[in-house]
């Protein structure tokens, strides 16, 4: 017997009876472990509750989000306001990352923890690029965000985008959506002065 296995087995040859008991007890928690240590680590997250992913995206940092991707970060990882790199991209007009993430498979209609979608934040921002590319790509239009009921045409009205106004109605928008408190894109729009907004949403038809 080498001296290995021999103090290997003391606890077992001499204490059989108890040896006996916590070995069941061994198997149970290894059992119980397992799936927490091969569960893929957390993201660290900044200040700001982003992740690395998220913050390179945000920053239009191309190479680094497909270098990311390669090494086998989830493309829809969110970080700590439900945002993906998607909706980075989306917000900050960077085109050419958001295409690039759509056919790596990215989700168009993930949303965050108020209810937006990647359509919705980059017409929030006022970016026409990458609303049009997410369109094309099939995203839902008629999207509302869980606060307030509002759809991304609403947003365009009220910040008084008729570019946007005319892509999303263009594009199916329903120029009478009513938000949770009955306002309507028209409202918003004539409430703010968007002279050019409002009669291209007279135009669709809409009213208050």
């Given at each position: ?61 191309f190479e680094?989000?497909?270098?990311m991707l ?138 208050e």
């Amino acid at each position: 017997m080498s001296t290995l296995w021999h103090w290997l087995t003391l606890p077992y040859r001499r204490y059989p009876l108890l040896t006996g008991l916590l070995l069941p007890l061994l198997v149970v928690a290894a059992i119980l472990m397992t799936p927490r240590l091969m569960a893929p680590s957390t993201p660290p997250l900044d200040a700001l509750g982003r992740t690395p992913l998220t913050l390179a995206a945000e920053r239009g940092e191309f190479e680094t989000v497909i270098a990311m991707l390669d090494r086998g970060t989830a493309v829809d990882e969110s970080d700590g306001c439900g945002w993906t790199a998607l909706m980075k991209a989306a917000a900050g007009g960077h085109l050419d990352l958001l295409e690039t993430l759509l056919a790596r498979g990215a989700d168009p209609e993930h949303r965050d923890e108020a209810g937006y979608t990647a359509l919705m934040v980059a017409v929030v921002n006022g970016r026409e690029a990458t609303s049009r590319a997410l369109l094309e790509h099939g995203a839902r239009i008629d999207a509302v965000e869980s606060e307030a009921g509002w759809s991304s045409l609403t947003w365009a009205a009220r910040n008084g985008h008729p570019a946007l106004v005319a892509l999303l109605l263009n594009h199916g928008a329903d120029a009478n959506h009513s938000a949770d408190d009955g306002t309507t894109p028209l409202h918003l729009a004539r409430e703010g002065e968007h002279e050019e907004a409002a009669a291209l949403l007279e135009a669709a038809g809409a009213g208050e």
